[in-house]
């Protein structure tokens, strides 16, 4: 079994920056892609950020400029630096780690609960 766990959600005032980190833990043989998605109220989840094993990196247009994703391939974890950031990018934000667990044949993806991000203006 995998384990993944966020931190670093929390208020903030616009155009201030936080930095959220997700942990991956627990029977893990290798972790390919980690990213980052976020869900407004009354809205879809969507893909904010995700980068490779390999350490290639995409994120959406959005957040272009502002945003920046990286990871600890020793720590299993993956970090979401956001700066200058928006009322817009007030939403729950959610890690996805694509893994293989030990014993698993192929990847799987495992989430974690989620950390609440809120931009006042």
């Known amino acids: 079994q995998v384990h993944v766990v966020e931190s670093g959600g929390g208020l903030v005032q616009a155009g201030e920056s936080l930095r959220l980190s997700c942990a991956a833990s627990?029977?893990?043989?290798?972790?390919?892609?980690m990213g980052w998605y976020r869900q407004a109220p009354g809205k879809q989840r969507e893909l904010v950020a995700v980068?490779?094993?390999?350490?290639?990196?995409n994120l959406v247009d959005s957040v272009q400029g502002r945003f920046t994703i990286s990871r600890d391939n020793a720590k299993n974890t993956v970090y979401l630096q956001m700066t200058s950031l928006k009322p817009e990018d007030t939403a729950v934000y959610y890690c996805n780690v694509e893994a293989r667990a030990l014993g698993r044949r192929y990847n799987d993806d495992y989430w974690g609960q989620g950390t609440q991000v809120t931009v006042s203006s």
């Open positions: 980068i490779t094993s390999g350490g290639s990196t």
């Open positions: 627990g029977s893990i043989f290798s972790i390919n892609a």
